[in-house]
């Protein structure tokens, strides 16, 4: 799941153009990517560059051109999920976390006042044939509470998949995970949900997020988000940095001879591109390392 255009952007200082975000999104489904996070129906006070998620909807590349390409935008509660529906949005994540202090500090509610919100979007969804992939945040430590029980992020992926996600993708928000701690973390979650349902959403705030993917895919996991050039980072957890990079990723899975049906050449060509429109170079070491060839 490319999660740059959302993850990646959404903690951005300076506006980004619409122009530019679908740009973005054009560039990463040419590179192959075949799941991409494209907006938040958010509130616009909370998350002001997601604000253009009904323009984002609208100008998305055509199914005639990338017929294979998903595009997923985050719902918090009823009223986002309506607008993101009208929009024509075929995906929804709803997000919750296992910490409290972050579920109230991202969406202004206990965890279990969230799971409660959540009830109709999943209602909702069914009726329309809409798919819903779930979020837990701060699998692993939280900005606020300190470090989380494997126990409690298993609690909440459980009562999200009773509800009917998809897919529970398992958020290291902070960056805090090293492979022993998310391991842990990922024994106590297969006990109540099968490993082909989970993702890990890992962010490399302390550069351990690649060791985690690979942690991760030898646990027997098979789907992980990432940010092009390794954008990114959640404006309510102070301090955390981008997700694990999209180009990182795909030349680790190239070395081990897992197909990802991207190319990586694009993808670096892209990730130079966005860095270039936000004025840096590419937070990926792969990019960097092929940039300079
Ligand atoms: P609230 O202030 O408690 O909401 O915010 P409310 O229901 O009291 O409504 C207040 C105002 O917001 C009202 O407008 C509503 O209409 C409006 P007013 O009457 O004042 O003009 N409102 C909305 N507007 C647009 N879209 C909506 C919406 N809902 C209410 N959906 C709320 C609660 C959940 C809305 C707010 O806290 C929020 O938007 N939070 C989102 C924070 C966010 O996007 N964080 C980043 C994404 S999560 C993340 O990055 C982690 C992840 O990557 C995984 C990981 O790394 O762990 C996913
Ligand atoms: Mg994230």
Not at 71 to 81: A, E, R
Not at 103 to 114: G, P, R
Request: hydrophobic share 45%; with cysteine; charged share 20%.
């Amino acid at each position: 799941m490319e999660v740059g255009p959302r993850d990646g952007l959404q903690n951005e200082k300076e506006v980004v153009s619409t122009a530019t975000k679908l740009e973005l999104i054009e560039r990463l489904a040419k590179a192959g990517l075949q799941d991409i996070e494209a907006a938040s129906f958010v509130s616009p006070k909370w998350v002001p560059q997601m604000a253009d998620h009904a323009e984002i909807m609208a100008g998305l590349p055509s199914a005639e051109r990338y017929p294979n390409v998903n595009y997923s935008v985050l719902t918090p509660n009823l009223k986002g999920f309506e607008a993101a529906a009208a929009a024509g949005a075929r995906e929804v994540a709803v997000f919750a976390a296992a910490s409290e202090g972050f579920s109230q500090k991202n969406i202004n509610c206990s965890i279990a006042e969230s799971l409660e919100r959540f009830v109709p979007i999943f209602e909702a969804a069914k009726q329309q044939g809409i798919r819903v992939r779930g979020y837990v945040s701060c699998v692993v430590a939280c900005p606020y509470d300190g470090p989380v029980a494997p126990e409690k992020v298993a609690q909440v992926a459980a009562r999200l998949l009773e509800l009917g996600s998809y897919e529970i993708s398992l958020g290291d928000t902070i960056g805090a995970g090293t492979p022993a701690s998310v391991l842990r973390m990922l024994e106590a979650v297969e006990r109540v949900a099968p490993v082909r349902k989970l993702a890990g959403h890992y962010h490399d705030t302390y550069g351990m997020a690649v060791a985690n993917v690979y942690a991760s895919y030898q646990f027997g996991l098979r789907s992980f988000d990432s940010s092009i050039a390794g954008l990114g980072g959640c404006p309510y957890a102070k301090g955390a940095t981008g997700n694990v990079a999209t180009e990182d990723l795909v030349y680790l899975f190239n070395g081990l001879g897992v197909q990802t049906g991207v190319d990586l050449d694009a993808l670096v060509d892209c990730a130079d591109w966005i860095s270039g429109m936000l004025g840096r170079a590419p937070n990926s070491r792969v990019s960097r390392a092929m940039l300079a060839k």
